[in-house]
């Protein structure tokens, strides 16, 4: 090998610096923008509060969480994994904090700019998301390459960082469930009284539920996907790195190979960011400050592939920029990667790994948009079955939803079989095959930076459009920033597909440095306890599954209560002539939200602990099996046909089948909200299932035996 | 060992024949009944000529498919297999046949008995069932013991009575398919345009789907339902008794006992049968062919067991009735199987594995029972989700579907763990375990006779209120039909409980099966194509309810323009002077019923064959694996959440929440439409998926190799 891991570790922890230097850098400059007037800042302001309230009652409750834990693990297992525990917890929480920090700042931003043009508003959101997603990037692989250096670069002394991973996962898991309650609870609550009982229209000021509804989007769709995607791309990247610490011979070149992959995807990241954000008249700015043009002809030349988006751009030409910046990165991290992979010393075959991995991200994320865009014929179908009323629309979503299943799998099952052939035919072995999987998985996630920044982007655009509602801005603003949400909704499906498919092979990868921590050395089918914990491993996204769906049911209720009473007790409300109280809504939405999360929270981390003692480390991972089939599949079922609905309901819209008021239109709304705990609540909860049952194995791995019923 | 093989499938044969006399006598003794008024005989006959047409043109397709597998597996396996094959499925057609043949006879004979009393439309209707139920039984118990016995009772050649698996699992998949998407595409076309566009109500003769719907009915629920059960019945037999060839030394014992424990469960569900239908007045009949009063003392004696149901009788006091004649066949088979064992000379924990299986069949009925009834809670909130709408009844219905998978699956995977222990703890390998697991499956299934005739009673019930109301009987005589139904409908719900059960246990046995089959000797779940074959498997459960659900909406969609069509063209139809055209409406159910069950159909025979050949044996155990454990939780779900929207509803037309015509009734209206599909079309046809799957692979076993990607 040509390149140490230590070296490869120091790569990737100076490109962490680099990441957030641009997240710091990026963060001035959104905060820079012009705040818009004073209405629009008084709403902005609220929204900013009620995501604060949150945030701290929430982060109160996980640190209350993380202290149990990290005790338990300190006690049980190592003083180090805890410290690994807490950092990766505070990791996580530090990028969603700082995210969700810019993104309830950048909405009203995002509006006042969309008063000057399209390109203007999309460049403020896609900053915004830009933060989140660089936030995620650096602040993972300066946490994890620091405590990687810490402990010498020892590969032996990699089992700690695991608890990384683990940290990481428990803000997730809180993150993702709590942020989902939340904001399917306020966005329910809020249209069963606003639209439904009262005729008013969404975002309207009167709702004294629309600012818990504008904070959700915040916590559900920023800090919950970010924490999501944290946990992904840390959890491939500590599994790539524990298998290649046991592959033998080649070990230090196979663990280092993870970090520098990841330190490519940095700098891919921060192109394909710049070909959305990136203006022309910075050329001008660039050359103040360099001497030698040499950083001017750089800029000139990396200008042309800068979007250009003007005022008539359609949603395909929005679209058609997004995914330009996500190409844009993958093709740069593919030349790059091959350096890293020359430079390791490596089978040359890893270099295709990492390509099937950029692939099948691709793809699925392709074949989400295929299924969930009114452009095709699955989501027309949905429209078309809205004709003969609510029942046939819910069962075509429902049957769109599980045939979309079809090529998500059939991607992730080969990508699996080529990474594992890959690596078997470069050295040899089952494990470097499982290696591979794992270095997939890092493939996949390389372009997160700039794959988490179209995502995180769409609910600033969201949010904008509210305020823009709200404050009465002119009818162009929010044709523009109704234009930039649309194309939020359909980042936001191809941000679920990429999620899903990025926790089942991380899952995987994790799955099996259980396999090979736990010391199994047969994990046959046909053991005795393997198939009862394939079965209750399969049922748990179900269970899980129910508990959050009845948990937004009982928070939303909890809302309509409220909502109703104010309308009752404050004279005027209706007529606009009071104002409606706010943070009683964004209080219960947080309490329950919060209350809520916790039994299924629980179960996530008992149910494996309690299987792995009682039926043994062998079911235990045939739990982990169970549960990560049967979990990608009800997850990409749910998140598709939640999609399918909402834009069946936004094709209808658009005038056909009668369009708004219609019949059709109501049957169309019913699928929508029957979708919404489907697309944001519980189907990206079994991500996080997936992953956090898988690392909790991991992290209690040693203490695992044959279980109490020995055989 | 006491008994030989041969004494034991003598035995077993001898007890098909009497349960064969049974039938006809059952069939004559119905056929007898008063087949009520000239009107009644009209529709009754219109149902029969739809029926009989549909299972016409049915078996003719199924005759082209028989015949091209047949040719396959005489070509590439054995001729021996080949005839096993078509014995199979002529036994399982010949069971639905007759079924039906009764089924559709004894709906009018119920309504005429029906207006006599409550407990004689109960024993005509119930007797009905019966004969499903003993055909059932009988047929495949006959096939498989003269089958057995031809091939000289050597427990190598039992890898030919496979094909006899193979052949009925053919035939389930077309009735129960098939079956499923006649009967809702009928039943959702027939309301669609009779109940919601012209207001008419259910079971209106004027409605020209009308016949159609009422021979759904009898397709679906008996021939489907008795294919399905026909198929778990032999595939548990003939798994236990070729796990039990493996064992070695006391091999003959093992595969003897499946069958005698087949034999023991013929006399107790023949008991069960007795404790419904059984009338006090042929004690004097006894007399007169039995000189010593053996015979009398004896029906004297069994007579105190016979349900006792007057006119006031409440659903809980019938639905005791048919629960006390499961229960006491159970505690029968209990007796009787413990001298089975014992004359076996196995080890007496092969007892409490039938015990086992017993405990977890009622278990999990009873709490299918809990998720469904509209007494208990889950059923009672989505009542109470109807009050805020369509969309929140939804919600409820799928969050109440997937936290009912919870019971079934523990239930189903301690069956299957303590099944493994017992096994193990008698003969100490894992090989003895699995045949324990076998065997409990057979002990579940041993009460078929009667647990089928109070499933396939239901239909005949349903057919009865229908012709009821089509010729005008009195009121009293609707409620009565009504109460019936009712029953029917719970019956159907656990019905559905314990097929889905016994179609897992089955399935698992059949895989063991096959494992051992092919010369499987590691399938160790980190194989290189394991998890691409889990994640596959898991996945052909959604693709084929996509399937089945998209084929319940097309084929719906065309009645519904045919119905439309016959209200516009015929004169009079609308105000009762002109007779609709039924037989159109049923050539179209049948047409297209027929024509949408292909592709599903042949996924599921076509994939575990190109999986085998192309990514190798192992990967196929993990397909089927993937497939069984996704599907069953699947089809759990879908069973209940229908099973409880069609009662919430039912719950609402008592009074609640404003009852019937109230917008909660119209919300629960919807969930009732959308569980249509879920409960008797897609679930069940899982279950099929399931077992064929696993089935096509154990007779195809021995041509596979390692696949075409080699490590």
């Not at 022309?280 to 800068?306: C, D, P």
């Not at 979007?307 to 929005?318: M, N």
């Not at 005795?528 to 399969?538: D, Q, R």
């Amino acid at each position: 090998m040509l390149l140490q891991t230590s070296a490869s570790v120091v790569i990737a922890l100076l490109m962490s610096l680099v990441g957030i230097a641009f997240v710091l850098w990026q963060t001035r400059r959104v905060l820079a923008e012009d705040p818009g007037n004073e209405l629009m800042r008084k709403i902005a302001l609220a929204i900013q509060e009620g995501a604060s309230a949150f945030l701290q009652r929430e982060y109160r409750i996980i640190g209350i969480f993380v202290a149990i834990v990290a005790t338990i693990i300190a006690m049980y297992l190592q003083v180090q994994t805890a410290v690994c525990f807490v950092v990766g917890a505070c990791a996580s929480a530090g990028a969603g904090y700082l995210g969700m920090y810019v993104a309830v700042r950048a909405n009203v931003r995002t509006a006042a700019a969309a008063s000057r043009g399209l390109h203007q508003g999309l460049r403020v959101a896609f900053g915004s998301g830009a933060i989140m997603g660089m936030s995620v990037v650096s602040f993972s692989l300066i946490g994890m390459t620091v405590l990687f250096l810490i402990f010498n670069g020892d590969p032996n002394q990699l089992t700690y960082i695991t608890g990384f991973g683990f940290g990481a996962s428990s803000i997730a898991l809180f993150a993702r469930v709590g942020g989902g309650i939340y904001t399917k609870a306020a966005d329910v609550g809020a249209d069963l009284v606003g639209k439904v009982e009262k005729g008013i229209p969404e975002d309207d000021p009167r709702n004294p539920a629309v600012i818990a509804d504008n904070v959700g989007d915040n916590v559900g769709d920023v800090a919950g996907m970010g924490a999501d995607l944290f946990e992904s791309y840390s959890g491939s990247i500590i599994a790539a790195a524990t298998l290649g610490a046991a592959l033998g011979n080649d070990s230090v070149a196979f663990v280092g190979l993870p970090f520098l992959v990841a330190a490519v995807g940095v700098v891919a990241s921060l192109f394909g960011i710049y070909m959305v954000i990136g203006e022309e008249q910075e050329v001008t700015q660039a050359e103040t400050f360099n001497s030698n043009g040499l950083l001017i002809r750089a800029h000139h030349f990396l200008s042309k592939y800068v979007a250009k988006i003007d005022e008539k751009a359609s949603l395909e030409d929005l679209l058609l920029a997004l995914r330009r910046s996500v190409w844009g990165a993958s093709v740069l991290i593919l030349g790059l990667s091959l350096f890293a992979v020359l430079l390791s010393g490596v089978h040359f075959n890893y270099w295709l790994v990492i390509l099937v991995g950029l692939i099948a991200g691709n793809a699925i994320a392709y074949a989400t948009e295929y299924f969930t865009s009114y452009t095709e014929k699955p989501t027309q179908a949905i429209g078309k079955a809205t004709e003969t009323g609510a029942a046939t629309t819910i069962i075509q979503g429902l049957a769109v939803g599980m045939m979309s299943t079809v090529f998500p799998v059939l991607i992730t099952a080969f990508a699996i079989l080529f990474s594992i052939w890959l690596g078997f035919k470069a050295d040899g072995t089952i494990a470097a095959g499982l290696y591979a999987v794992a270095l997939a998985g890092v493939g996949m996630l390389s372009t997160l930076g700039v794959t988490l920044a179209t995502d995180a982007y769409g609910p600033v655009a969201d949010n904008a459009g509210g305020i823009a509602e709200m404050s009465g801005l002119p009818h162009e603003v929010r044709n523009r920033t109704d234009a930039l949400d649309s194309l939020g909704n359909t980042t936001a499906a191809t941000g679920k597909g990429f999620a899903i498919g990025s926790a089942v092979l991380t899952a995987l990868a994790l799955l099996a440095a259980y396999v090979t921590a736990a010391k199994i050395t047969s994990l046959d089918m046909l053991g005795p306890t393997m198939l009862p914990g394939i079965l209750i491993g399969a049922m748990m996204p179900y269970l899980f599954s129910a508990l959050t769906m009845m948990a937004v049911g009982k928070a939303a209720h909890e809302i309509v209560l409220e909502v109703r009473r104010q309308f009752n007790v404050i004279p005027g409300l209706m007529e606009g002539t009071a104002e409606p109280d706010y943070k009683t809504c964004v209080g219960i939405s947080t309490e329950s939200a919060l209350r809520e999360m916790i039994l299924p929270g629980s179960l996530a981390v008992v149910v494996p602990i309690v299987v792995g003692h009682v039926l043994g480390k062998e079911a235990l991972a045939g739990l982990l099996v169970g549960t990560m089939s049967s979990g990608f599949l009800l997850a990409v079922m749910m998140a598709n046909a939640g999609g399918a609905w909402d834009n069946a309901k936004k094709w209808i819209e658009t005038g056909e089948y009668g369009g708004k008021g219609s019949d059709a239109h109501k049957a169309a709304v019913v699928g929508d909200t029957v979708g919404d705990p489907f697309k944001d609540t519980s189907g990206p909860s079994l991500n996080i299932l997936i992953k956090l049952m898988t690392i909790v194995s991991l992290v209690f791995a040693t203490s695992f035996g044959s279980g109490w019923l020995s055989f």
